[in-house]
């Protein structure tokens, strides 16, 4: 841990202090937090408080953000180690796959998927995903190209190290020098991908949140930004919109800091 740079310590840091207090105001302790807010009641919504509004969205946010980080990274790392494994026309075929998903606007994809998803289930054939569901598996299949991409990339340079060719060479199969050899070097670097998916699933979400596409329930902070931005004809409005958007911008600056600093460390240590 003494590698670790400072960065990522202050992104690491930022991110778990966020996710504790929206853990502790907005899902343990709501009735403290409406209690003593500072802030007052939201004018929109006379019967909760802006800190509850706030800190119950920053919660949502920052659940989608890590569920959608977590599946698009484990989707990319499958594709990039079944790449590896096959090699040939299969990786080749893989990698164009790859790269078409990966020029698809994001934003654009989910408002799509949404209004698909959302229509099924006003069908009845939503498969059993709720609002959370259909918006982490949208951000997942939109997100995972980027991941493949470096995993594939991360995979073909741990290959060509000696101790990597040495195994290859005394019998070793590739799920062997995949379990053995390349996991426990790609770890960190996993770690670093998925943060760096973080941001980007928040950041979409909440874009997509704020157009009233997504019908996100609790609401998240982008869906309470685009729901609430009237108040600002109010006077005062803007003690009720800036406090999510700091919220919104601490949360995505932490991981961003975090992934930059980690995806570099690894690059200095070889």
Known sequence: MNRVPVRARVGLALLVGLGLLSLLA????????????????????????VCELAFGGLWVSLAVGLAAGALSTLIGL???AVARLSGGVVEQTLLRAVDAVFALPDVLVVMVLQLAGQSLADAGQGGGLGPFGLMVASLALVGW???????????????SQEYVAASRALGGGGLHLLRVHLWPALRPFALAVFLSRLPAAILTESTVSFF?????????????????YAALIYEGGGRVVLPAWALLVLLVLGASLASQALSGAPRRAA
């Not at 907005?26 to 408080?49: I, K, N, S, Y």
């Not at 190209?145 to 290959?159: S, Y």
Request: net charge positive.
């Open 145 to 159: 190209a980027g991941p493949a991409r470096m995993f594939r990339n991360r995979l073909a340079t741990l290959e």
């Open 26 to 49: 907005g899902r343990l302790f709501p009735e403290a937090l409406a209690q003593t807010c500072p802030l007052g009641m939201d004018p929109t919504r006379p019967d909760r408080t």
């Open 212 to 228: 009233g596409i997504a019908r996100m329930e609790p609401m998240s902070l982008g869906r309470y930004l685009g729901t609430s």
């Open 78 to 80: 499958t594709v990039a």
